[in-house]
């Protein structure tokens, strides 16, 4: 099995950049699809904010963040990535990242099917 460890989270002002990071460790990589969830506050469900296939060259991002977002991964260094622009408050939430077995190369977009997960880093956008 594979862990993850998220880092890279912090204040930032609305309008900013920040860029998210993810480390696995335990297994290779590119056994892996890989996604970036959040969780807006307590109570709420962890939604998808994008996702990317093992290879790489699939993508998926939600509504609320495409043009804004990039996603992407380096499987050499087992790194998870997730590029955040013109960020706004509604941004704010524990940002998770996510791993599913890769048993196909298309991306994977709901939350039952990852198997591990990171523990989560805050981003907090003020305005």
């Known amino acids: 099995q594979v862990q993850l460890v998220e880092s890279g989270g912090g204040l930032v002002q609305a309008g900013g950049s920040l860029r998210v990071s993810c480390v696995g460790s335990g297994h290779p990589f590119s056994a892996y699809n890989m996604g970036w969830f959040r969780r807006q506050g307590p109570g709420k469900e962890r939604e998808i904010v994008a996702?990317?296939?093992?290879?790489?060259?699939?993508?998926y991002y939600a509504d609320s963040v495409k043009g804004r977002f990039t996603i992407s991964r380096d499987n050499v260094k087992n790194m998870l990535y997730l590029e955040m622009n013109s960020l706004n408050e509604e941004d704010t939430a524990v940002y998770y990242c996510?791993?599913?077995?890769?048993?196909?190369?298309?991306?994977?977009?709901?939350?039952?099917?990852?198997?591990?997960w990171g523990q989560g880093t805050q981003v907090t956008v003020s305005s």
């Open positions: 996702a990317i296939n093992w290879s790489g060259r699939s993508t």
């Open positions: 996510a791993a599913s077995v890769a048993s196909h190369s298309r991306v994977v977009v709901q939350v039952e099917e990852y198997d591990y």
